[in-house]
């Protein structure tokens, strides 16, 4: 099974709405702040363009417009074509003015993730992550850790996405079992629940830029397994996962 995935910035997206549909105009203009306008624009111009290129469909206002991502009773985002459901599955991310959307066949648990590499506090380790997770940040080399971290986190979300849940569910809840099972993973690092911390061994290995690797994690409460791949851009990390394995994601063509 492929899926697929595409990133935008801020300097993409066109400053009229002609490509909005007219649900999507109104509901811009109930929005009160300047920021929450142009991370919301940002976003449906990247599910737009993703919807567009996976289609096959070249990007037009006169298509884009007809395309709406409603957000269903969950939260989750879901495609509609002329006021019809779209045979896809769709999931939206952005952080510091970038957006992405992992899209794939209806009918598949899809979550993604970008996540800004940034210190976090001690505290919300604590808060969001499981005691194995903490172990293998505090074995990591300290130059290493905030990289780790939002490596973890991103995970996290994107399998909380796959669950149509999101933050409502205890982060807790998701365990990130396996990490970089590619040889050449900067976070060759496994967990489990069937044995202490301190018998965990984590071990890490340079990873290139842009290169995907592969990640596992464990949906504790029901036991329910989520493959996914994850890659560093920059000061950046991206996480995408289904409930089925995958092959790595690819790179969406615009077409124009």
Not at 24 to 52: I, N, P, Q, S, Y
Not at 140 to 158: F, G, I, N, T
Request: hydrophobic share 40%.
């Amino acid at each position: 099974m492929n899926v697929f995935w595409l990133q935008k910035t801020e300097a993409d997206v066109p400053p009229d709405n002609g490509w909005l549909c007219t649900n999507e105009v109104l509901r811009l203009r109930h929005m009160r702040f300047a920021k929450r306008r142009a991370d919301w624009r940002l976003g449906r111009w990247t599910a737009k363009c993703a919807v567009a290129a996976y289609l096959g469909r070249p990007i037009g206002a006169d298509f884009l417009s007809d395309i709406e991502v409603r957000p269903a009773l969950s939260g989750a985002p879901e495609v509609f074509l002329a006021g019809q459901p779209a045979t896809v599955a769709i999931s939206l991310s952005h952080s510091s003015g970038k957006a992405m959307a992992a899209i794939g066949p209806s009918g598949i648990a899809l979550g993604c993730d970008l996540e800004t590499v940034e210190p976090r506090s001690d505290a919300f380790l604590a808060d969001y992550f499981t005691s194995e997770e903490q172990y293998l940040v505090a074995c990591a080399p300290v130059p290493d850790r905030p990289a780790l971290v939002a490596l973890l986190w991103s995970a996290k979300e994107s399998a909380l996405k796959a669950l149509h849940e999101g933050l409502r569910l205890d982060t807790r809840s998701v365990l990130v079992n396996n990490v970089g099972r590619d040889r050449n993973s900067a976070y060759a690092v496994q967990s489990s629940r069937k044995q202490p911390a301190q018998a965990l061994q984590p071990t890490y290995r340079e990873c290139s830029q842009d290169k995907w690797c592969a990640l596992e994690l464990l949906y504790t409460t029901q036991g329910r397994t989520f493959h996914g791949w994850w890659q560093t851009a920059g000061n950046c990390v991206r996480t995408l996962v289904t409930d089925l394995p995958l092959l790595p994601p690819l790179l969406l063509d615009s077409p124009l």
